[in-house]
């Protein structure tokens, strides 16, 4: 049954277009992964990765009536296990969006494996999936079974098969009850993990994620994290948390719209945790942007 709330989500044809811009490959886990690495909490690990990304940012910049949110970003991204940090409003989950093709840059280029994501919709389709910040941006479905399947429709699998890859999908995650659940009765953490289940069930190249552990209780951020681990395809991990990257082989750090380092994580997160301590220690607030 169709409520209220999905009627109106529906009329919000930005984010089915987002949801269409989600990608192709599905991968199955293997069940051992269920059980691989449960008692680690700290962080991602790059084990079990068999393509990096390849991104390539160049004099990219972004605005919104006039004003600058990125400026002169020249990156390659190019490692399998990426992380972003950078302070509120430096213009993170912007980025997310250029590199995912969801907008295009007012000027430079956004590349990903040479392919202008923003201009051809049917590549990101197969390049990329992106986990929202707000999980209220991203679903459009009434129940959790219908959200993960369809995008798994979208990437042209019958009805059968999308019947079981979202049964399959649920249980590996081990919430096969949640299928039918309406998904308006779930926390906000709960829903977070509807839309990376969404993703994830899709099998993207790439995987942005933008603050994909908040609102999760620790045995859920374990569980994902495991899933994560183990996905074959390349991460963009976005978070405050430098914990959550431990193990990545790239972090770039934003401030204010602009590239202030990018290197090795064991190089750029020390100085992230250190200005970020020194800040915290002053009456800074992060100025809004313009
Ligand atoms: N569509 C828009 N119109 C106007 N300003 C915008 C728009 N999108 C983003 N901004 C501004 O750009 C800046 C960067 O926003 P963004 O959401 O990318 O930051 P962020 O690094 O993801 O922050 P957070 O850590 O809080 O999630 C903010 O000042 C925000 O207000
Ligand atoms: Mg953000």
């Known amino acids: 049954m169709i409520g209220p709330r999905h009627t109106k989500r529906n009329q919000r044809s930005p984010r089915i277009l987002f949801r269409h811009l989600a990608p192709l490959r599905f991968i199955l886990y293997p069940a ?12 991602l690990q790059t084990n079990s990765t068999e393509h990096g990304c390849d991104i390539a940012l160049d004099g990219l910049c972004f605005a919104v009536d006039g004003k600058a949110i990125l400026s002169d970003i020249s990156v390659n991204l190019t490692a399998s296990r990426i992380g972003v940090v950078g302070r509120n409003g430096s213009g993170k989950s912007t980025l997310a969006r250029v590199i995912a093709g969801l907008v295009a840059p007012t000027s430079g280029t956004a590349r990903m ?20 910040q707000n999980p209220d941006h991203q679903i459009i479905f009434p129940t959790v079974d219908e959200e993960i399947g369809f995008g798994l429709r979208q990437l042209g699998h019958g009805k059968d098969a999308v019947a079981k890859m979202t049964r399959d999908t649920l249980t590996r995650f081990g919430k096969s009850h949640w299928a039918g659940a309406y998904i308006n009765t779930l926390s906000q953490g709960q829903k977070h993990l509807v839309c990376l ?3 994830v069930a899709m099998g993207p190249k790439t995987i942005i994620l933008d603050e994909p552990f908040t609102g999760l ?12 681990a183990n996905y074959k395809g390349g991460l963009i991990h976005i978070t405050h948390d430098p914990a959550d990257l431990a193990g990545y082989d790239q972090v770039i750090w934003l401030e204010q719209g ?33």
């Open 32 to 43: 051992a992964s269920m059980t691989r690495g449960a008692m680690t909490m700290d962080g």
């Open 113 to 132: 494996d040479g392919l202008h994501l923003s201009q051809d919709r049917k590549a990101a389709l197969r390049q990329v999936g992106i986990l929202f």
């Open 197 to 199: 289940m969404a993703v």
């Open 217 to 228: 209780d620790i045995p859920t951020k374990a569980q994902l994290n495991r899933y994560l």
């Open 258 to 290: 602009k590239l202030a380092q990018n290197g090795a994580a064991a190089d750029v997160l020390p100085a992230y945790i250190a200005r970020m301590t020194a800040l915290g220690g002053s009456d800074d607030i992060s100025d809004l942007a313009g």
